[in-house]
């Protein structure tokens, strides 16, 4: 009788044992929230999780084991999620990649992407890479890069072997792509070396109905952001250009906003283009001199600085020659040191 008491007690217990969760617990705090909700989404799943008002929030989700991008209204990161992780986050959107930390079970996975992805911001610093100036130089720098990253990623053991396996294959592809680009600049630098004639302009078409020559531009630095309504980078670089502009209002300096706008990008309408180019003007309130490239991509200053890429920054000294055809971006730092490099 006792044997079968026993007997009758285990499969109780065995019975009582917690089943496996066949879904995720997803939770975390956001400090200086961006929005009111969060979105993980891949290319055939999407769902919306409420931030309280306190940064708070929390669901349980059924998923397909992998990679989902998290997007907080303002930045995006990836996690790796899979049914019975519980994975708590935190992070702090003014430094969002540098405070992004998970914790709980399956939370490693979701950390060696966060570190990935800073390590790799960290290597590829485009800032410090576009100072290269020679072809042998570029490859040797990408070569260490490639041995840097391959030795990062054997070094994160226990984490899920897609990721570690995936993270190794796309070293090369990721490289080419940057090596390409750089290659390019320091080839465009060849080309339109500093000191040299400007490619010029005449009469393109302001804001306010006016025009603008290139020869009007003599007297000052010019700094000329090459843009377009609808180009997401170019539209993040408004504030920063907006700020640069107030800072330096009164130096030895203006700056010049040219629209590649085009037919094809507004619906076949040069009108609409002008339309939709005049009312983001409005709209960002943006200053300085704004021109519209008369053909777009095709408009011969356009074609002769060889951009084929946007937003592109130039900078012209007041003599009206090349500084540099490729001038660091609005939010970088390097450019405040140009500038400061040339008493501006």
Known sequence: MKKILFLLLAIAVISCQEEPKDYVTFSGKITNKNSDSIVLRTRDYSKTITVNKDGTFSDTLKVETGIY??????????????????????????????????????????????????????????????????????????????????????????IDSSLTNNAVKDIEPMLKFYRGYLADAITLKKDLPKGAPSPTFEDYENVDGTTTSFEDLKGKYTYIDVWATWCGPCKAEIPSLKAL????????????????????????????????????????????????????????????????????????????????????????????????????
């Not at 939370?107 to 990935?116: G, I, R, Y």
């Not at 911001?121 to 890069?145: G, P, Q, R, V, W």
């Not at 660091?328 to 008493?343: A, C, G, H, V, Y």
């Open 69 to 158: 991008n998290f997007f907080d209204g303002s930045e995006s990161t990836n996690v790796f999620l899979k049914n019975g992780f519980d994975i708590n986050m935190t992070l702090d959107t003014k430094e969002f990649d540098e405070t992004i930390t998970y914790t709980g079970t399956g939370a490693e996975h979701s950390n060696f992407l966060a570190e990935k992805s800073l390590k790799e911001e960290e290597l590829l610093d485009m800032d410090e890479l576009s100072t290269i100036t020679e072809m042998d130089e570029l490859d040797k720098a990408m070569e260490n890069i490639k041995t840097e990253l391959s030795e990062f990623y054997a070094s994160k053991t226990g």
């Open 245 to 344: 502009e107030k800072e330096y209002h009164d130096k030895n300096i203006q700056f010049l906003s040219l629209s590649i706008d085009d037919d094809r990008s507004h619906g076949g309408s040069w009108d609409k283009a002008r339309e939709d180019w005049k009312a983001m003007i409005a709209e960002k309130e943006l200053g300085g001199i704004q021109l519209f490239a008369p053909n777009g991509w095709q408009t011969p200053f356009v074609r002769e600085y060889k951009i084929n890429g946007i937003p592109r920054f130039i900078l012209i000294d007041p003599d009206g020659n090349i500084v540099t055809p490729d001038a660091p971006r609005p939010s970088s730092e390097k450019l405040k040191e140009l500038f400061d490099s040339l008493n501006i």
